[in-house]
Nanobody
Framework: QVQVVESGGGQVQPGGSLKLSCAAS????????MGWYRQGPGKERDLVAA???????SYADSVKGRFTISRDNAKNTVYLQMDNLKPEDTAVYYCNVAQGWGPLNEYDYWGQGIQVTVSS
């Protein structure tokens, strides 16, 4: 099995910054895409940012220019630097790790989620 562990969440005032980390361990043979999702109160779980094994990144429009995703392949770790945080960023953030040979032969693993609260 693969274990996914998130860290770095907490409470911050509007305009502040947080950095989330997510480390994968266990039966790892080929990680492809790593990403962050979030689910705010009364909302669906949506993609925040994703990064491929080659370093290509994607962001939700709502966080473009404020969040930065990166990864350390040697450590099987993905990061999410969050700057200029807004109250609407308040949510539980989930790390997703995918591995396999491609979209048709891929496994997904999820962390348990970590709370990010932005309030004054």
């Amino acid at each position: 099995q693969v274990q996914v562990v998130e860290s770095g969440g907490g409470q911050v005032q509007p305009g502040g910054s947080l950095k989330l980390s997510c480390a994968a361990s266990g039966n790892i043979f080929s990680i492809t895409t790593m990403g962050w999702y979030r689910q705010g109160p009364g909302k669906e779980r949506d993609l925040v940012a994703a990064i491929t094994s080659g370093g290509t990144t994607s962001y939700a429009d709502s966080v473009k220019g404020r969040f930065t995703i990166s990864r350390d392949n040697a450590k099987n770790t993905v990061y999410l630097q969050m700057d200029n945080l807004k109250p609407e960023d308040t949510a539980v953030y989930y790390c997703n790790v995918a591995q396999g040979w491609g979209p048709l032969n891929e496994y997904d693993y999820w962390g348990q989620g970590i709370q990010v609260t932005v309030s004054s």
